[in-house]
C-alpha cells in the first residue's frame, strides 16, 4: 500500500530522499513496472517520482549521443537523431501505450526479460550517467551497472560514437505484443573483413540480459565466421531454461540463430551506424 | 492529497491517494468510457486516455501522476449529443460493434485525424497498438481514420466503407451505421456495469486449489462474523438442484451435472463459496476466513488419461432420466458426494469410462468405399484449449423491485436464464425479470450461467442488490473455452481425387462438467463432413469429462475443430495424389443443389434428415480466390530464409437451430405515425438490432429513425431463445421482418377504410404514405384515427419466426504466407475471406464480423493456448501471457470479400454471419505453412517451436 507520494524537484533531492527511506521506497518513472499488476515485483510504501528531476532530452555532441533516461520509448523510436538500430530496439516494445509511459531509464533499471532495449544498449556500449547516493555523479558501462544490480538513479544513457560500426537488433515472440521469447543485438566494427570490437548480447536466456564475452572474443580480429559456425558457438554457452514461452532446447537453438543472423544483417547492413 | 490537473481543457482540483489508480481518481472526477478487461496489467487498454496528448493506460498510473499533466477522455471528444466527426466515422465504418474498447479506439486515432498528412495503414495499426479489441478484427479503423479525415474537411463525406447490395432496397444491403453506434461512441451508460447502485452488494468466490478433490469440512463461521458480511454460499445452503448452466432451450442436450456448490471439485478454480459483502474489500477478506479441508484426489486432464482403463472418476453420483431411462440404469455404486446426474433424454454417456456423451453414424458403407479406394489416407490433428476473452468479463447485478427478481445481465440468453432462474429458485417465471445489457463480447462464453443464479440466490434470498463481476484469471479457469478434440480422419479416394470414403472420429475434452458436451463436438462433424460430397461417410463422437478447466460455446462451436481436421485431411490427400488442394477441393465440394445425406444422422435436438442447399457462395468464393491471390503462382522472396506459401480452406455454418429456434417480435405504431419494435433478439454488438430495426423500415416505407427499437428484455419484449448458433439475423431479425409485414396489412386495411379504395388499389410508399388512386394519407393520420375515441386501436403486430430450412453460409479462405526457416516465426502477408451469408444485411458489419472472427482464429491458430501444469493448474490466466491478437497481428493484406447469393429462405435473402468466419484460419494458414516449408503441422498452435520440431532443427 503506497502511503505518500514524493515529488521531488531536483536530482539530489530525489535521490537524499531514497537514501532517508531506504527500504521504504522506490524511485517512480513511468510507472509501466510499479503499476502493473503483471510486473509489479515491489510493494513500496512510499514512492518518489522522477517526473520532474529526469531530462527528457536527446543530444548529440562530440561524445555521441545524450539520451535523457526521461525519454519515453516512443520518443526514442522515433526521433531522427537516434541510430535507427536503437529507434528499432524502443519499438519492439510493439504495445504503443506502453512505449508511451516507459522510459529509457525504467527500462533500464528493471533489467527483466521486458527490457527489450537493453540487448542493443549493450551492443552500443552504452554508458550511464548516474547519481549516486553520496550525491555524486559517476559513469559506468551498462553492464557494469546491471552486473552489480544498480541501484543507483539513472540520469542519462551515453552512446559513444564508433565510427563504422555495424549493429542489428532483433527479437522473436509468439505475437506482436507478447513480451519477446528472445531478444538479440548484435554490432561490430568491419576492418578489411576483419571483426573489430563485437558486441553480442541476448534477452531471454537467462533472467536478465546477458553478453556474450566468449564469443566476442572468438570473433574478435576474424573474418565473420559462417552462420552455423556462430550458433553453434554460441548455442555451446546460452543455458536458459524451459518456460512457457519454449523449452531450453528451443531457446538455445534460437539464440545461435538469432545472433548469427543479428551480426550477417549488421554486415550486409551497409549505412554506418553513429558515425 | 490535492493535484491539479487539466481535464478536457478544464482546470480540475482532485483529492487522490498517493496509492490510488488513475483509472479510480478519473472516475470519481466523473469521467466516463473507462472500462476495465485486464484487472490492472496494462494489457489490454480499454482504460486509456491521452495524456499530454500521448495514449496511456490509467490502470496502471497512479493517480498522482497526473498532477500537472493534460488528460482527454471520451468526454472531450464529443460535444453534448453531437458525435464528432471521428465518432461519426466509426459508426458509419462498422468499427464500433460490442462498444467497450471504442472510447480507447477513439483516442488512440484521434490524433492522427488532425496531423496534416494523411496516415499510413502502419500508423493506424500502431496508434491502436496497445488496444485490445475482439471484436472487430482492427482492419476498419484504417478506413474510419480516412472517412474522419475527410469528414473534418466535408461533413457530408460518405467514404467507401462498404459495397452496396441491394441497389432496390433503402437499408438492407447498404451500409447506415449502427443504430446504437453513436450511444456506444460517447460512452454512453451500456453496460452492466453502469447499472450497479451505490447501495450494491459485492460477491467473490472461494475457488479451489485442486483439479480433484472432496471437501471433507468448510467452516465460514468467521467470515461470516465479520461486520459487513451478508452471508456464504456453500454446498450446505445453496439449492439441492442439479442443473446445467448450458444455456440451450429446455430439454437441453447438456446433462444436469452440477449443483450451486458441489461437495466435490472438479477442478482448479471450481466453486467451494461465494461471499456477499458489503464491498469487494470485505468479501476478498471474509474468503481469507474460510477453512476448508479437502480429501485430494488424482485429477485426470487428458482424453488419453481420461479414457484409460482405471481411470479416476471425475462424476460417481446417481444418475437418473427425465425420458428413455435405460433399463440396465444401476446407481449402485454411485456416491452421493459426487451430486447426482440427470439426463433429460440419453445422450449416451457412461461416467463409469468418464464419457460425458457420445454418438455415431453413417450412410452408405464405409467398408466397400474404403475398399473401392486407390488411396487411403489416416491422420490425427488435434485443437487445443482456448478462450474466448470477451474485453467485458462476466457481469451481472441483481436486485428486488417491489418484490420481483430484476437481474441485469451480459449474457447471450435473457430467457433461458430466466427459465433456469425459476427452476433454481423455485420461482414462477413471472416473478423474475431479465435485462440484456449491452455485452462488452460474448463471442458463446456468455451463452452459459457463470455467475448469475450465484447473485441471483444472494438478492432472493437476502432482499439486498448485488453486483458480481470476473476477474480476468476467473475468466479463464471457470469461463468457457474450446473443447480441446483430437480427430481421426481417414479419407479414401480414387486416383483421380474423388473421395470413396470419409471417417471422422471425434474425441473431446469437455473437463469437468458436460455443458454443450455432446452438441459442440457433434457440430465438428456436422459442419465439416458436409463440405464434401461422399456417398460413403461416417463418425464417432466421444466426450470425456476430465478437471481441465470447463469448455463449452465458443464463436463456431466445434466447426473451427471439424474444419482444422477435414480441410488438412483433404490438403494432405491432394499431396498423396499429386493433386492441387483447390483442385481437389473442387472436385468434391458442396454447391447449389447438393443433397447432404450426412445430416440424416446429426441432427441436433431431433431426428437428423437430408438437406438440400440451395444457396452457396463457394463455386464464386474459390473462383475470385484463386485470381487474387494468384493461386498458380509460386511466390519467392528476396530473403532467402523466408518461403512463402499459399493456402486455403472451405467452410461452412449454419443459421440457426431449425426445428428448436424462435424469436418473437411485435411492431407498434406511435401517435405520430412512428414505430416501436420489441424484439426477443439478443444484439451482442453484431448489429442484430441494426438488422432488425431495417427489416421494419424497409417494410413500412419509412426512415430508420422512425423505428426505435427495445430488445431482449423478459419484462418488455417478447420471447427469443437468444444469441447462439448464428441465429440472429435469420431468426429474430425474421421476426421483427414478419411482424412488420403483418403491421403492413393492417395498416393497409386501414387506409383502406379511410380512403374508401380498395387495398389491391393502395400503394405504400415511402416516408409513411399510403397512396390510393384519389387520395392518399399518412402513418400520422392513420395513427390518429386508430388511437382516437371512435378508432381501433393503437395498431400492432406481434409475430414470430420458426423455419425447417438450415440456410447454410459458406465461406471460402485464402491465405499467403511467410515462413522464417530459420526462427520458424509464421507471417500472414495476405488473407482473403469470402463469406457467403446471403444478402448481406448491414455489409459494414459483416465485414468487421468477418475480420473479426478470423482474427481470432488466427491467435488459436498461430500462438493462443491455454497452459496447464501437471496437476491441471492454469499457468497463463491472463491477457499478457495468454496472448490475444492485436493490431500488429494482423496481415499485412486483410480482407473481407461478401459473395451475394440469395438464400429463398431468409429474410431479403440472408443467412448467418459471425461463426462462419471462424472456421477458416487454422486450415488455410496451415496448409500455406505446408505450401512453404513441406510440413503437416496438425496442432493448434502452429509455434516457431512446432515448425522447427517439423522441419528437423530441434
Given amino acids: 500500500m503506497i502511503r505518500e507520494f514524493h515529488t521531488p524537484r531536483t536530482v539530489d533531492a530525489a535521490v537524499a530522499l531514497r537514501t532517508e527511506l531506504a527500504g521504504k521506497a522506490c524511485y517512480l518513472a513511468g510507472g509501466t513496472e510499479l503499476g502493473s499488476t503483471a510486473f509489479r515485483t515491489e510493494s513500496p510504501q512510499e514512492v518518489i517520482s522522477l517526473a520532474q528531476v529526469l531530462s527528457t532530452a536527446i543530444s548529440a555532441d562530440d561524445g555521441g549521443l545524450l539520451l535523457g533516461a526521461g525519454c519515453t520509448l516512443q520518443t526514442i523510436s522515433v526521433s531522427e537523431n537516434v541510430p535507427k538500430v536503437l529507434r528499432d530496439a524502443a519499438k519492439l516494445v510493439a504495445n504503443r501505450n506502453i512505449r508511451n509511459m516507459a522510459t529509457l531509464g525504467g527500462n533500464i533499471a528493471s533489467n527483466k526479460t521486458f527490457a527489450s532495449m537493453l540487448p542493443a544498449l549493450v551492443v552500443f556500449d552504452a554508458q550511464l550517467e548516474l547519481a549516486d547516493a553520496g550525491g555524486g555523479r559517476s559513469t559506468v558501462g551498462i553492464m557494469t551497472y546491471l552486473g552489480r544490480g544498480g541501484r543507483e538513479l539513472i540520469l542519462a544513457v551515453r552512446i559513444p560514437k564508433k565510427p563504422g560500426r555495424r549493429a542489428s537488433t532483433a527479437k522473436l515472440s509468439k505475437s506482436a505484443n507478447d513480451i519477446a521469447t528472445l531478444v538479440v543485438a548484435a554490432s561490430y566494427v568491419p576492418d578489411n573483413d576483419r571483426v573489430r570490437e563485437p558486441r553480442l548480447a541476448v534477452e531471454g536466456v537467462a533472467d536478465h540480459v546477458v553478453q556474450l564475452d566468449s564469443i566476442e572474443a572468438w570473433l574478435e580480429g576474424s573474418p565473420l565466421p559462417s552462420r552455423d559456425a556462430i550458433t553453434d558457438r554460441v548455442s555451446d554457452v546460452v543455458t536458459p531454461k524451459t518456460s512457457i514461452k519454449g523449452s531450453a532446447e528451443f531457446k538455445t537453438y534460437l539464440a545461435g540463430t538469432m545472433i548469427a543472423d543479428a551480426l550477417h544483417r549488421a554486415a550486409a547492413d551497409t549505412r554506418k551506424v553513429n558515425a | 492529497m490535492k493535484i491539479r490537473l487539466t481535464i478536457n481543457g478544464k482546470a480540475r482540483e482532485l483529492e487522490v491517494a498517493p496509492g490510488e489508480s488513475a483509472t479510480a481518481a478519473l472516475k470519481k472526477a466523473g469521467c466516463g468510457g473507462l472500462r476495465n478487461g485486464c484487472d490492472g496489467q496494462g494489457s489490454c487498454g480499454a482504460c486509456a486516455v491521452q495524456l499530454d496528448g500521448e495514449l496511456v493506460n490509467t490502470c496502471i498510473l497512479l493517480a498522482p501522476q497526473l498532477a500537472g499533466r493534460s488528460v482527454k477522455t471520451i468526454d472531450g471528444i464529443s460535444h453534448f449529443r453531437d458525435v464528432s466527426p471521428l465518432q461519426s466515422a466509426f459508426i458509419d465504418a462498422g468499427v464500433v460493434q460490442c462498444g467497450y474498447c471504442t472510447p480507447s479506439m477513439l483516442l488512440a486515432v484521434e490524433p492522427l485525424v488532425a496531423q496534416p498528412e494523411a496516415p499510413t495503414r502502419e500508423q493506424v495499426m500502431d496508434a491502436m497498438s ?100 451478508v452471508m456464504v454460499v456453500t454446498h450446505k445452503n445453496c439449492p439441492d438442484i442439479n442443473y446445467s448452466q448450458a444455456g440451450q432451450g429446455y430439454p437441453e442436450p447438456s446433462p444436469y451435472d452440477r449443483k450451486m456448490f458441489g461437495e466435490k471439485v472438479r477442478h482448479i478454480g471450481d466453486r467451494v463459496a461465494a461471499v456477499m459483502a458489503e464491498s469487494q474489500e470485505l468479501a476478498a477478506a471474509a474468503l481469507e476466513k474460510i477453512v476448508v479441508e479437502y480429501e485430494v484426489l488424482e485429477p485426470v486432464l487428458t482424453i488419453a488419461e481420461a479414457s484409460a482403463a482405471g481411470a479416476p472418476r471425475v462424476h460417481k453420483g446417481p444418475v437418473d432420466f427425465i425420458s428413455g431411462t435405460p433399463d440396465d440404469l444401476d446407481n449402485s455404486d454411485a456416491d452421493p458426494r459426487d451430486g447426482r446426474i440427470t439426463y433429460l433424454f440419453p445422450i449416451h454417456a457412461d461416467i463409469r469410462r468418464n464419457i460425458a456423451a457420445s454418438v455415431s453414424g453413417g450412410i452408405g458403407d464405409l467398408d466397400k468405399g474404403f475398399a473401392e479406394a486407390d488411396v487411403i489416407l489416416e491422420r490425427t490433428y488435434k485443437s487445443s484449449q482456448v478462450q474466448c476473452t470477451p474485453l467485458e468479463p462476466h457481469a451481472v447485478y441483481t436486485k428486488l423491485v417491489e418484490g420481483r427478481l430484476v437481474v441485469h445481465a451480459a449474457t447471450q440468453v435473457p430467457w433461458h436464464l430466466r ?145 482444422f481436421a477435414m480441410q488438412m485431411a483433404m490438403a494432405e490427400l491432394a499431396e498423396e495424389l499429386g493433386l492441387g488442394q483447390l483442385d481437389i477441393v473442387e472436385m468434391n465440394r458442396v454447391g447449389e443443389g447438393s443433397w447432404l445425406e450426412i445430416l440424416r444422422c446429426l441432427g441436433e435436438g431431433r431426428p437428423g434428415k437430408p438437406e438440400q442447399v440451395f444457396s452457396c457462395g463457394l463455386k464464386t468464393g474459390l473462383a475470385l480466390g484463386r485470381e487474387m491471390i494468384e493461386w498458380d503462382k509460386k511466390e519467392t522472396h528476396q530473403d532467402p530464409d523466408i518461403a512463402i506459401g499459399k493456402g486455403l480452406a472451405i467452410v461452412q455454418q449454419g443459421s440457426g437451430l431449425p426445428g428448436l429456434d424462435a424469436s418473437n417480435a411485435t411492431v407498434t405504431m406511435f401517435g405520430d405515425g412512428t414505430f416501436m419494435l420489441l424484439s426477443g433478439g439478443t444484439d451482442l454488438g453484431t448489429g442484430l438490432d441494426t438488422v432488425s430495426t431495417k427489416f421494419v423500415a424497409e417494410t413500412l416505407c419509412v426512415p430508420m429513425e422512425a423505428v426505435s427499437i427495445i430488445a431482449a428484455d423478459t419484462d418488455a419484449t417478447p420471447f427469443d431463445v437468444g444469441a447462439y448458433a448464428s441465429s440472429g439475423t435469420y431468426y429474430s431479425g425474421g421476426a421483427a421482418l414478419n411482424a412488420a409485414k403483418g403491421l403492413k396489412n393492417i395498416i393497409l386495411d386501414i387506409a383502406s377504410e379511410m380512403l374508401g379504395e380498395p387495398v389491391e388499389h393502395l400503394d405504400m410508399l415511402y416516408p409513411g404514405i399510403i397512396k390510393g388512386k384519389n387520395k392518399q394519407v399518412t402513418y400520422a393520420e392513420i395513427a390518429h384515427e386508430t388511437q382516437s375515441g371512435v378508432g381501433c386501436g393503437q395498431l400492432t403486430f406481434t409475430s414470430n419466426f420458426t423455419g425447417e430450412a438450415p440456410s447454410f453460409p459458406y465461406g471460402t479462405h485464402f491465405c499467403q504466407v511467410a515462413v522464417n526457416t530459420r526462427t520458424g516465426n509464421v507471417k500472414l502477408q495476405k488473407y482473403y475471406a469470402f463469406q457467403d451469408s446471403g444478402t448481406p444485411i448491414n455489409p459494414e458489419l459483416a465485414n468487421g464480423q468477418t475480420f473479426g472472427g478470423v482474427l481470432k482464429t488466427i491467435g488459436h491458430s498461430l500462438f493462443e493456448e491455454m497452459v496447464l501444469d501437471d496437476e491441471g493448474r492454469c499457468l497463463n490466466p491472463n491477457l499478457l501471457e495468454y496472448i490475444v491478437p492485436m493490431s500488429g497481428d494482423v496481415p499485412d493484406d486483410f480482407r473481407s470479400i461478401l459473395v451475394h447469393t440469395d438464400e429463398p429462405f431468409g429474410p431479403f435473402g440472408a443467412k448467418s454471419i459471425s461463426e462462419i468466419a471462424c472456421g477458416g484460419a487454422a486450415p488455410a494458414i496451415a496448409t500455406a505453412i505446408h505450401d512453404a516449408v513441406g510440413v503437416w503441422i496438425r496442432s493448434w498452435p502452429f509455434t516457431p517451436e512446432k515448425l522447427l520440431r517439423a522441419m528437423g532443427k530441434l
Avoid at chain 2, 447499472?195 to 468467521?222: F, Q
Fill in chain 2, 419 to 563: 427459465r433456469m432462474f425459476a427452476r433454481l429458485l423455485d420461482l414462477p417465471e413471472n416473478r423474475i425479470r431479465v435485462i440484456k445489457e449491452h455485452c462488452g463480447g460474448a463471442f458463446g462464453a456468455k451463452q452459459d450461467m457463470v455467475l448469475e443464479e450465484i447473485a441471483a440466490f444472494c438478492t432472493w434470498t437476502t432482499g439486498r442488490p448485488v453486483s458480481h463481476r470476473f476477474t480476468r484469471e476467473e475468466e479463464f479457469v471457470s469461463s468457457r473455452t474450446r473443447h480441446p478434440i483430437e480427430f481421426q480422419v481417414k479419407l479414401g479416394a480414387k486416383k483421380d481425387g474423388k473421395l470413396t470414403a470419409v471417417y471422422m472420429g471425434v474425441k473431446a475434452n469437455t473437463g469437468p462438467y458436460g455443458q454443450h458436451c455432446l452438441t459442440v463436438p457433434m457440430n465438428a462433424v456436422s459442419k465439416s463432413l458436409p463440405l464434401f460430397l461422399c456417398d460413403n461417410a461416417g463418425f464417432d463422437v466421444v466426450t470425456y469429462y476430465s478437471n481441465i478447466p470447463p469448455a463449452g460455446a465458443y464463436q463456431g462451436y466445434g466447426a473451427p475443430q471439424g474444419a
Fill in chain 2, 130 to 229: 496497445g488496444v485490445f479489441c475482439r471484436c472487430t478484427g482492427y482492419e476498419q479503423f484504417v478506413g474510419a481514420v480516412e472517412l474522419a479525415r475527410e469528414r473534418t474537411k466535408n461533413p457530408a463525406a460518405k467514404g467507401n466503407v462498404a459495397k452496396v447490395y441491394r441497389d432496390d432496397l433503402k437499408f438492407v444491403g447498404r451500409a447506415t451505421g449502427k443504430v446504437d453506434g453513436a450511444h456506444l461512441a460517447r460512452a454512453g451508460k451500456a453496460y452492466v456495469e453502469d447499472r450497479v447502485d451505490a447501495d450494491a452488494c459485492h460477491i467473490k468466490l472461494l475457488r479451489s486449489p485442486y483439479a480433484h478433490a472432496y471437501i471433507k469440512s468448510i467452516d465460514t463461521s468467521a467470515a461470516e462474523a465479520m461486520p459487513g458480511v
